[in-house]
Every structure is written in C-alpha cells, then in structure tokens.
C-alpha cells in the first residue's frame, strides 16, 4: 500500500488530498486567506442566554455569533457526569458574561458555528482534555494487548485533573513519545490561560493549525507516508511542526517542482470533480446517488438492471459495493447530521446484516463519530454522523440562481481558482504570448483581490489582461489567447 498526501495551494484555494494506491480517500479544502475556525479557542461574551432553546449565544468575534447549547457547556456546572443532567442554561450562564469556549463545528448555511466549553488539544497521537478526567482510547485501536499497554503507560503519566483521548496513531508508540507530546499540550494549555487573563471578550487566544499542518497531524498514519507540496511557504510550515512531533516525516516531505498543476499531474482532477456529481457508479455496474435537503442527506442504492441470475445475490452484491462507497462518499464529500441509506430490499437477514457491518467496517477509520443502525425490512438504514464543517459542495458552490435551487454552480472563488489553473495549462503548452482571462465581475474581483493582471503576466510568463463579462454566468470563464 503506498500513501501519499497531496498539497495543492494556488492563491485563492488550498486543497489537500489523502491518496492511497492512488485512489482518494479525504479530501479538504479551505481558502488560502482564512483558515476556518474549528479548534480554535476564544474569549467570549455572551450576548443572550435563552432558556427555552438550553442555549446560549456567544460572540466570538467571528462574522456570525456562535451557539452554546446547555449540554456543551456542562463543564460550567462542576462535577457532572458525562451522562448526568445538566442544569438549565440561565443556571450556568449570564448575558455579559466572559467563557472561554472552543469552535467544534464550523458555522454552516444560517446558523452560526457551534461552541462548547470542553477544550481539546489534539497531538499526533493523544488529545489533551484539560477538563476531563482519566484516559479514553480510540475505538479503531482493537489489539486488547496494545489497548492494556497504552492505558498503563497513560494512567501514570496523567495528573488528577487532566485527562487524554488516545488516536489511533499512537498505536505502537513507546513512553518517552508520550510523555513529551503531552508535556507540550499541557504548555499549550497554560499559553491559552495566560491569554485569556490579559484579553477582554471576544478576542481569540488560541488558534488551530492551517490545513496543510493539519493533514500532517491528522492524516499521516504510515511511517512510509510521503507529502508532496507545491508551495514552498507551505512545505517550510509543514516542516517546522513535522520536525516537533515526528521527525522523520520531515524527511519525506518535497517541493513539486513539476510543470502544471500538481493534482492534474497525479490524476485526482477528475476525482475531485465527482465528489460533485449526484451520481456515483460501482465496480458491479450499480450507482449510488447521493442527495442532500436541510433535513438530511438520502443515499440511494440502484442497481441498474444488474438483476440477472438469482435477485437476492445480487441485490446483496450491490449493497456491499454500495456500503463501501457509501462510507468513501461521506468522509470525501463532508457529509454530516441524519443520513439515510435506501439498500436494496433483501429477504435474507444474514445479508442484511453483512451489509451493516460492511459499512460499520468502512467507517471505522471515519475521524468524524458515527452511529449506524439497522437495516429495516424495507432496506432503509438510518445512521448519523458528526457534523464538523459546511460540506465541501458548500465550500465550492452555490445554489444556482437560474434554476431556483435545484442545481448548484461554482462560487466565485472556486470558479476563480478554476480559470487560473485553466490558464496556467494553456501557458505550459504554449508559452509566451498574451492571454485574456474573460469571467463575470465577481470572479475577476477575486483574482484581482490576490494579483493584479501584471502580476499574473510575471508569474505566468505572458502578457495577462483581465476582463469582465456582465452577460458571463457566475461560474464561466474563458481563457482568450489574442
């Protein structure tokens, strides 16, 4: 198995991709200008406390006031037990009041980013709960004998009031690799309170890694992973925190040097692009189609006509082709909240169940909690799964204006980040020259909001006009050789 990770950053986009045998397993995306704000940690004021929502909102000093559900701020009521009753929001919390809260979900649609007041820092292999207690291990880490060893060696490093979450990376990791990753969480945790006493609400007093640090923390389980980045800021960033937690990654991180864009040269363009596409096929000659609403996200198996031979084998046939792309499909496209799956109808139970544990199995490595149930009679699975972020069709699209709602069209800066790697290929095949990039006012805002047309011309190495087109739709370009 050879797994790589992918850093693709242009001015406007930065996009990591998880590979593995050259298939795409994660995919994120976030502008290049901002980071989002999940994991951050702020100081902030809350501005109204409602009791009939158990909830509380919160400024944070981001563009939308975040929301404090009574549940997610039990820390502010003392000892209470992870499965006790939390008492009311207005016994907890009072407008005016200054709470040092975490972003666990970044804000979506209408509704403002979800906080709570459970920190968590995460490392490489632990995530440091400075207000919980005791040491929790992940539910991948399944080797009973590595599970009793990692819980003696975390037990006597802990102090009463601290606790620790175990990932999944610290599966074969010796004492020593613990007890210093820890030591710095902790260092991390007394910078956050230093802060917090010298700032006034809303202020930010701890910020999250960037993308592309982040994939190194999170995504990077193999010691024969490689990163190959295409940005040398980028490269230099994922260096320095590489060489504090695990050395050796340092190593195996390069500049692509390349010509033309880096995910066109490794074939994930087209990849990347289906993860839009309603419609997904699977290797048996079945799809899945995949379609979301503001209540859930429906999943449906069809088959396609693949109905030759006995029907029960190869509805169950397709099912678990279905179930494996479906958990692909969730964590590439986002996808979080209420999920429900339509198989297709089984009369067996056993395959039904073969078909739930397929997928159980899939999700397994999901970094984001799951919770699946059973396959009714009917063949309708309903699961969830935790919500962290705006999905990625949110990030790069918007609802198209022309069809009402019912399709989705490029936002500008994705379409903007689209026509310049459009003209970058066009240069690569035929340097020189001049070249006119023709899009919509909006799209050319945002080009011009991070380089001029002379600047364009000095990196491309042509001559670049920038020109609008009020009659252009929103996400069409075009790159004009004179």
Request: with cysteine; charged share 30%; hydrophobic share 40%.
């Amino acid at each position: 198995m050879t797994e790589e990770i992918l850093v693709n950053v242009s001015p406007i986009l930065t996009r990591v991709a998880r590979v593995i045998d050259g298939e795409l397993v994660d995919l994120t995306m976030e502008p290049t200008s901002r980071r989002s704000p999940v994991g951050n940690i702020y100081l902030g004021r809350a501005l109204s406390v409602v009791p009939t929502l158990r909830a509380a909102f919160v400024d944070v000093g981001l563009e939308r006031d975040g929301f404090l559900s009574a549940d997610d701020a039990r820390e502010l009521a003392g000892d209470v037990e992870d499965d006790g009753a939390v008492p009311p929001i207005n016994q907890l919390l009072r407008e005016g009041d200054s709470i040092l809260v975490q972003v666990a979900r970044d804000a979506f649609g209408d509704k403002g980013a979800r906080l709570t007041t459970s920190i968590s820092l995460p490392g490489r292999t632990l995530i440091y709960s400075p207000y919980r207690t005791g040491v929790a291990l992940s539910r991948r880490i399944v080797d009973e004998g590595e599970r009793e060893r990692l819980m003696s060696i975390l037990d006597g490093l802990l102090g009463e009031n601290e606790g620790v979450i175990v990932r999944t990376n610290a599966e074969g990791a010796e004492l020593q690799e613990f007890s210093e990753e820890l030591e710095a969480l902790r260092e991390v945790w007394r910078k956050v309170l230093r802060e917090a006493d010298k700032v006034d609400a809303p202020s930010t007093v701890h910020a999250d890694l960037g993308a592309v640090a982040k994939a190194v923390r999170d995504y990077v389980s193999s010691p024969d992973t490689t990163l190959l980045i295409d940005d040398a800021d980028a490269l230099a960033s994922a260096k320095s925190y590489a060489e504090t937690v695990m050395p050796s990654l340092a190593e195996r991180m390069s500049l692509y040097t390349g010509g033309g864009n880096l995910f066109d040269r490794h074939e994930l363009e087209d990849q990347v692009a289906d993860v839009l596409e309603p419609s997904v096929a699977l290797p048996g000659g079945g799809r899945i189609i995949v379609e979301t609403t503001a209540a859930l996200t429906a999943i449906d198996v069809d088959s396609k006509g693949r109905n030759r031979g006995n029907p029960e084998e190869a509805a169950l046939q397709t099912n678990l082709e279905a179930a494996t792309e479906v958990g692909r499909q969730l964590r590439l496209r986002g996808i979080g909240g209420a999920i429900v799956i339509d198989f297709i109808q089984m009369r067996r139970r056993a395959n039904a169940e073969r078909v739930v544990e397929t997928l159980r199995d899939v999700l397994r490595d999901d970094p984001a909690p799951t919770d699946i149930g059973g396959l009714s009679r009917f063949g309708l699975l309903e699961m969830t799964r935790r919500r962290v972020g705006p999905p990625l069709a949110e990030l790069i699209s918007r609802v198209c204006p022309t069809c009402e709602g019912h399709g989705q069209i490029d936002t500008p800066e994705a379409a903007a980040d689209h026509a310049l790697a459009t003209a970058e290929r066009e240069v690569e095949d035929n340097p020189g020259g001049a070249l006119t990039i023709v899009a919509a006012p909006e799209v050319i805002a945002v080009i011009e909001g991070v380089a001029d047309a002379e600047a364009l011309g000095r990196q491309l190495g042509c001559s670049v006009t920038l020109r609008r087109d009020e009659d252009m739709p929103p996400d069409h370009f075009d790159v004009v050789r004179a």
